[in-house]
């Protein structure tokens, strides 16, 4: 996917969610559910106007940062080989972060639902595209698994992110799945994820270590 592309249908995404909060502006409450436990119950509000701007205004000013970074970093020759899974996931995120928008809207609404089975299944599709882009990912200073060894060493940056971007995915798997357990899926998907964050790190030391004895 093209640069141009990614960012008029990021932000295109993003407007069409603001208008449909502004459309349902009458019928929100005031304040509106913000926030969820573990069990996926509300525990949170926050006032009207910004339960339906701040997600919107949150993401849109994440997208500059995301398409600013190829740009600064030193390494931005090698962000360049793998920009179009790096654009990919940046769509990714946004469609993650206007769901969970759209489940605080029907949450507001009245719609009963348990926010932590809702949210899984999505949390594991923006695994499983991080997965991917890392196993695409070329070594640079912003995205990816930077540690001190992957970012001296081209070899252990490449066997680290072949490694880490299985983790990621089946991380991603798992998550998904652990959405049929309810409320307590959330401590599946805490455990893979620490895994799928620290295993890579330690791996990557390894590897440096083989190479540098």
Do not use: C
């Not at 295109?12 to 304040?31: N, T």
């Not at 509300?42 to 000013?61: E, H, R």
């Not at 809207?105 to 639902?113: D, H």
């Not at 409320?183 to 083989?210: C, D, H, K, Q």
């Amino acid at each position: 996917m093209s640069t141009k592309t990614t960012t008029i249908l990021s932000f295109s995404l993003i407007a069409i969610a603001l208008l449909v909060g502004i459309f349902l502006y009458a019928r929100l409450p005031d304040p509106m559910p913000s926030h969820w436990n573990a069990a996926g119950e509300i525990d949170g509000y926050m006032s009207k106007f910004w339960g339906i701007f701040l997600m919107p205004v949150i993401t849109v000013a994440l997208i500059p940062l995301f398409l600013v970074i190829p740009h600064i970093d030193p390494l931005k020759a090698n962000i360049a080989k793998f920009r179009g899974a790096f654009n990919w996931f940046i769509v990714i995120f946004v469609v993650y972060m206007l769901f969970v928008y759209a489940l605080t809207l029907a949450a507001a609404l009245g719609y009963q639902f348990n926010m932590t089975v809702m949210i899984l299944p999505v949390v594991g599709l923006l695994f499983i595209g991080a997965g991917y882009m890392m196993s695409k990912a070329k070594r640079n200073f912003f995205i990816g698994i930077r540690t001190p060894w992957t970012l001296s060493s081209e070899t252990v940056w490449d066997e680290t992110h072949k490694f880490g971007s299985k983790l990621f995915m089946v991380s991603g798997v798992v998550t998904v799945i652990s959405a049929f357990l309810g409320e307590n899926g959330i401590w599946l998907m805490l455990a893979v994820t620490l895994v799928a964050a620290f295993v890579p790190m330690v791996y990557s030391y390894i590897l440096w270590r083989r190479e540098n004895p």
